[in-house]
């Protein structure tokens, strides 16, 4: 199969633990070249904490009621939750770019090109990864980024606020940057506006952006039979 194709699998509300399972699962075997091509897992998750390598204790502010887990992405504490388009790109940079900084700015990009298509204005903030918009108040955070690579293979990935209940947010200092701002697709374009679809739309766009940032094919995984196979059988090896 092209290396310049993408499977994408929706897979709906997944708790943190059997997601980060499957990343595992599915990086090792591309690893391994058991599965030959790329994988983008996008998903929910019910509210939990993550803490990347370069976290703080004291960045966790109200843990009370909430799973926390501490993982081998890169960065600091994040809130994921419902609302929030999680995506995980099982990538072989081999394929692609043997370069760590392009691939978090081809991914910002992925994202501000989506955002784009939902017509909001992302940016990028100087000294700070992940993708911002910018308006009176200044710089509001509206997706996060966080990865881990191995051997230029890919997992961890992007958060993407759509109608997330920020509010969440107040339990930690956001990625470690003091008085952050979050925002959400939702807000920035104000609730009530659209067709009602906005998650199913901001998915569509998130492809999209990935397409024309990666310059790949994106394939549905529920129309491959032989996809569905490879993600069972990764996954029954590395987890029986």
């Known amino acids: 199969m092209s290396a310049h194709v993408l499977q994408v699998v929706r897979a709906g509300v997944v708790p943190y633990a059997e ?35 370069t976290s703080r204790e004291t960045h966790v502010l109200r843990p009370e009621g909430i799973d926390v887990f501490e993982v081998e992405r890169g960065g600091d504490v994040t809130y ?7 995506g995980y790109p099982i990538l072989d940079l081999a394929g692609h770019r043997k370069d760590l900084h392009w691939y978090l700015r081809t991914l910002e990009q992925a994202l ?23 308006g ?4 509001r955070k509206i997706a996060s980024i966080g990865v881990h690579v191995k051997q230029w293979v890919t997992w961890h990935g992007f958060a993407l606020n759509v109608t997330t209940d920020l509010a969440q947010f107040d339990r930690i200092v956001a990625c470690g940057i003091p008085d952050v701002v979050m925002t959400s697709i939702e807000r920035e374009r104000g609730r009530g506006k659209g067709d009602g679809s906005i998650w199913d739309g901001t998915v569509a766009a998130v492809v999209r952006g990935f397409e024309r940032a990666f310059g790949v094919t994106a394939r549905s995984a529920e129309l491959s039979p032989v996809v569905s196979h490879t993600l069972k059988g990764a996954l029954g090896e590395t987890l029986c």
């Open 80 to 86: 994921h939750g419902p609302g929030q388009l999680v």
């Open 136 to 139: 009176e108040g200044g710089v």
């Open 112 to 134: 501000i090109d989506a955002l784009a298509e939902l017509g909001i204005a992302g940016v990028r903030n100087p000294g700070h990864t992940g993708v911002w918009t910018r």
């Open 19 to 53: 997601a980060l399972a499957w990343q595992r699962a599915l990086a090792q075997a591309r690893l391994e070249g058991r599965l030959p091509h790329d994988v983008l897992l996008l998903l929910e998750h019910p509210s939990v904490l993550t803490l990347g390598r």
